[in-house]
């Protein structure tokens, strides 16, 4: 399905591959599949056909196309196991992931390959804030707090700037 769709995996999912042994053992809450626009629905529709999933609800972006690079997330569920697919604005599945939060979620695995975006600081359990979920760019918000708190508690070091 990546291969075909051009799509990747990122995230948690992404992060709980690539360094889930870090801090205590922790599994990620779901999966978010990266798909290039206009083919969100295709996906979904696949995972509803042929794997069971039930589609619980569609969310358009609440930010500028400028703010989020996503134009569109599907959540599925079927029984405990949660996808959210999430359209890019472009051509490109990546194209989402520089706007994520923070640094350490800033990876993705494909059908063949991975990619860890900063490997240096992600594998030693350390993250730098996105300036752009800050405040007068130097205070979290609300959202980003709560999440912040969830992955101190995996095991991993938060930033403003990479020498601080």
């Not at 619980?56 to 949660?82: C, D, M, P, W």
């Not at 390959?113 to 918000?141: E, Q, S």
Request: hydrophobic content about 40%.
């Amino acid at each position: 399905l990546l291969r075909v769709t051009n799509s990747v995996l990122s995230g948690s999912f992404a992060l709980h591959v690539l360094n889930g042994h870090r801090g205590p053992r922790w599994m990620p809450n779901d999966m978010d599949v990266y798909v290039p626009m206009l083919r969100a629905r295709r996906v979904a529709a696949y995972l509803v056909l042929a794997e069971g999933y039930h589609i619980n609800e569609y969310r358009k972006s609440v930010y500028s196309v400028h703010l989020a690079g996503f134009s569109l997330a599907i959540q599925l569920t079927k029984g405990n196991s949660k996808i959210d697919i999430v359209q890019s604005t472009t051509l490109s599945a990546l194209h989402p992931i520089p706007y994520f939060w923070s640094t350490h979620v800033m990876n993705h695995l494909t059908a063949d390959t991975f990619c860890v975006a900063y490997p240096h600081f992600t594998l030693a359990g350390r993250a730098l804030l996105n300036p752009i979920v800050l405040i007068d760019d130097r205070y979290p918000n609300d959202r980003t707090l709560g999440m912040i708190t969830k992955y101190q508690a995996r095991g991993y070091d938060f930033r403003l700037h990479p020498y601080a």
